[in-house]
Structure formats: structure tokens, C-alpha cells
């Protein structure tokens, strides 16, 4: 087989996998393979596959039928990532003609395989970002050591690993000379950072802050995602109210409103101390944006506690709240309980709460209107009448997840603009440059 020249490569699931591609691709591009847009084009096409929840899996499985139906001779096909790291032996039954199958985090051997002399080029952390536009992931930590009986992330992830500070910096660093104005920080548990360095309980996350905002000199976005209910402390809030460039925007997933529902999760379950950070951070940055998320239909799930959740969500009033259906999930605790609700019951359980919160939304973005905030430019485009807009974020929207902005007027991507808000959505907000 002839040293390959050109790679395709398709990633599917979250930021983390993202993150992960782009160490890969770097690695490739600095052996001196060439990206291709079209698989047909590429000498081997490759596949970070998601294997979070039985609905990533299956599009996962879609993804790489299709690319083994449209591959021809000499190419290589090679299939990567979570799902692989789960079901890597029933995935290669399924999918003969897939060449090569390697599990979660095994990026050095897929480049390998492609002749790049990975020694060559090792400096290449795996905390590598992406620049997805004017913004970008830093993944400041891999794997979890939480007992959450639903994911099966820490099996696939492992334990607790996070970036040393120094590596975090220099990343950031050059994500920024790369145009990037914002950062956002991933990782299973973004709280979590520093423990397996040695740091107390929940005290990594806001030096790392202050570390990252200072080098920048306040000016790129920080945006902080996937923080773990019992590790945002004081510290933490008042950190994130001192620093400048800290957007004032949390994600706590925080899974359920039930006492009973999250012990069976083995989650946090101490709702008043939820209460409490809230209003600690409400009180010290009045303009917060909260986002959650939260699984209806959990095993044994009774009416009475969806209520409770139902009325936890009604008395936090999140800005934003993704609900997603329970999913069984093989080598997970909760996947062996004997009572699974029926997919009408967590269908209509979700159904039910999405509509609550969309009205909760639609609150919460009203207090919005009239006020000028400062938006990150994504895009250009134009009206029916061929009046030009420009669609981006501000503050209150994470990249791919939240809504978005739409303003009137003109403004290069990239740039920062000032926007008067006159209008908005459950989800979305309109407006004019200011
Ligand atoms: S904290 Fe998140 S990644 Fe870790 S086990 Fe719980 S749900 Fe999974």
C-alpha cells in the first residue's frame, strides 16, 4: 500500500471530541498530510466516533456505513474514538470493510499508522483547541472520577487527567495569535481541574482563571462549561465576577431536581446548596447566564419527582435548560436497574418541560431588549430586502449549543461590535449595531 498523501477525517459528539480531532489533524498536517473535503478524495478517511448515548452511537454507525459504501480501492478507512473504545470488535463485525479500528485517545497510533513520524512533530499537546470561527476550545482536563450512574464516560475516558497550567497557557496563547476571541473551556468536569495535581477540592479551576485572564490581558472571552454542581464555590464565583475577561455565564449540568432521583444518579444532591451558588452569583454579577441540563425519564423516576423537577426549573428560572431523554447505556449502573420507564412516559416527560422552559426562556430573554451588548461577529448575510445583517454571539450564547444574535448593519467576523438589542425569541435576539 503506497504512503498516503491526502486524509478526510469526520468527527461526531461534543467539544472534547473536537478538541480531540484537532490534535490529530495537527499531527497529520505536521506529517505532511493534506486535509480533503471530499472522502472521495482522500487517500483515508477517518471517523471520531461518539459513543455517549445509543442515539450518538447509531449516528456514529450511520456515519461510517455510509463512508464504507462510497470507499474505494486503496483507500483507507479507520474508525476511532469513544464508540470504538465500547464496541470496537462488534463495529468492525458489522462494518467489514473498515481497515482499522483503535479506541478513545489512541491519536498518536492512528498517525502512526499514516506514516507520520510522530516523534517528529511530538510537541503537539492533546489540549489542542479548534478555532471554529473567532472562537475556540481548550480542553483543560480529560476523563472524570465521578460515580454518575448513567455515563459511561469515566470507562471510556478514565480517570481524572488535567493539563498542566503552563501547557493550558502557552495553548491559549496561540489559539489568541490565531484570531480567536473567545475561549471556551471544556473538559468532562472543567471544576475538577488540578485535583490529580495535587490541588485541594475545587481550588485549581479559579488560579487557572486568573492565570489565563491575566496573560490575556482581559480581553479574549473565558467561558466556562460543564461544572460540577458541588465544586462551584465562593471562590470560584467571586473569581469569575473580579476578572474581565470571565464572561459572566455558567454551565452547572446539573441532572435533576429530585432528592430521590439524583441519589439514585449518584449525583450531588444537596438542592440548597444549588440555591445558594445561584443566588451568590446573581447577587455579586446581576446579569448572569445560567444554562443546565437535565435527563427526564431516569429509572424509577415517579410523577411526583419529574414535578419536582418541574418546579425546581420553575424556581431557578435557568437561561437556558437542554433536556435530553434517559438513554440506557451498557456498563453503567443505571442500566442494570429493573425499572426503565416506558420512551412514550420520557418522551412526554421531556415534551412537558421544554415547555415550561421555553416560556421561562422567552422571560429571560425579554430583560435583554433595549440594552447594548457587546457581540462576537460569526457571520455576514442580508435581509429578503437585501439589507445587510450580521449573526454572532454575545456573552449570554455558548457557540453550537445556546442561540445566537442577528443585528442590521455591517461588521467583519472576527470583530467585536456593540449591538442595541430590539427584539427577542425564546432563544435568540435581534438587534442593530450600535
Ligand atoms: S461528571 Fe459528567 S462525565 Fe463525569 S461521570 Fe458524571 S456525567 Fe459522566
Avoid at 472562537?135 to 465521578?146: P, R
Avoid at 466556562?224 to 462551584?232: D, E, G, I, K, Q
Avoid at 443546565?292 to 419529574?306: D, L, N, W, Y
Wanted: proline residues 5%; charged residues 25%; glycine residues 8%.
Amino acid at each position: 500500500m503506497s504512503i498516503p498523501k491526502t486524509y478526510h477525517l469526520v468527527t461526531l459528539g461534543c467539544p472534547k471530541n473536537d478538541v480531540d480531532s484537532e490534535h490529530l489533524e495537527r499531527m497529520l498536517t505536521g506529517g505532511r498530510l493534506e486535509p480533503v473535503d471530499e472522502p472521495s478524495a482522500a487517500d483515508a478517511i477517518i471517523v471520531n466516533t461518539c459513543g455517549f448515548i445509543e442515539q450518538s452511537q447509531a449516528e456514529s454507525m450511520e456515519t461510517v456505513h455510509e463512508l464504507a459504501a462510497g470507499k474505494r480501492e486503496g483507500q483507507q478507512l479507520i474508525v476511532a474514538g469513544c464508540m470504538t473504545q465500547l464496541y470496537g470488535n462488534q463495529v468492525r463485525q458489522d462494518v467489514p470493510l473498515i481497515d482499522h479500528v483503535f479506541g478513545a485517545g489512541e491519536w498518536q497510533q492512528v498517525a502512526k499508522l499514516l506514516s507520520v513520524d510522530v516523534d517528529a512533530v511530538f510537541d503537539i499537546p492533546e489540549t489542542a483547541a479548534r478555532v471554529d470561527g473567532p472562537s475556540a476550545y481548550l480542553k483543560i482536563s480529560d476523563g472524570c472520577d465521578a460515580p454518575c450512574t448513567f455515563c459511561v464516560i469515566p470507562k471510556i475516558k478514565g480517570k481524572l487527567r488535567s493539563a498542566p497550567a503552563g501547557l493550558l497557557l502557552r495553548e491559549a496563547r496561540r489559539l489568541v495569535d490565531a484570531g480567536a476571541k473567545e475561549l471556551v473551556l471544556v473538559a468532562q468536569d472543567t471544576t475538577a481541574w488540578g485535583e490529580d495535581l495535587g490541588m485541594p477540592a475545587a481550588s485549581g479551576l479559579p488560579g487557572l482563571l486568573r492565570m489565563l485572564d491575566e496573560s490575556l490581558g482581559g480581553e479574549t472571552w473565558l467561558r466556562l462549561m460543564y461544572a460540577y454542581p458541588s465544586r462551584v464555590s465562593a471562590e470560584l464565583i467571586e473569581t469569575m465576577a473580579e476578572l474581565p475577561g470571565v464572561v459572566p455565564y455558567l454551565d452547572v449540568p446539573l441532572q435533576h431536581g429530585s432528592v430521590a432521583t439524583l441519589r439514585r444518579m449518584k449525583r450531588p444532591r444537596d438542592l440548597e446548596k444549588v440555591h445558594g451558588f445561584v443566588e451568590h452569583l446573581r447577587r455579586v454579577m446581576p446579569d448572569v447566564v445560567l444554562r443546565t441540563s437535565v435527563i427526564a425519564g431516569f429509572p424509577g423516576e415517579t410523577e411526583a419527582e419529574f414535578e419536582e423537577l418541574v418546579q425546581f426549573a420553575r424556581a431557578i428560572e435557568f437561561d437556558h435548560l437542554g433536556v435530553f431523554t434517559y438513554s440506557k447505556q451498557q456498563w453503567t449502573e443505571a442500566d442494570g436497574h429493573d425499572d426503565h420507564l416506558p420512551d412514550e412516559v420520557k418522551h412526554e416527560r421531556r415534551d412537558r418541560l421544554m415547555t415550561v422552559q421555553q416560556a421561562i426562556s422567552a422571560r429571560r430573554t425579554q430583560r435583554f431588549v433595549g440594552r447594548k451588548l457587546e457581540m462576537l461577529v460569526e457571520g455576514l448575510g442580508e435581509t429578503d430586502d437585501g439589507e445587510p445583517v450580521v449573526a454572532g454571539r454575545t456573552y449570554r450564547e455558548a457557540p453550537e449549543v445556546d442561540g445566537v444574535v442577528v443585528a442590521m448593519g455591517v461588521a467583519e467576523p472576527g470583530t467585536k461590535v456593540e449591538v442595541e438589542i430590539t427584539a427577542a425569541s425564546e432563544y435568540d435576539l435581534f438587534g442593530e449595531i450600535a
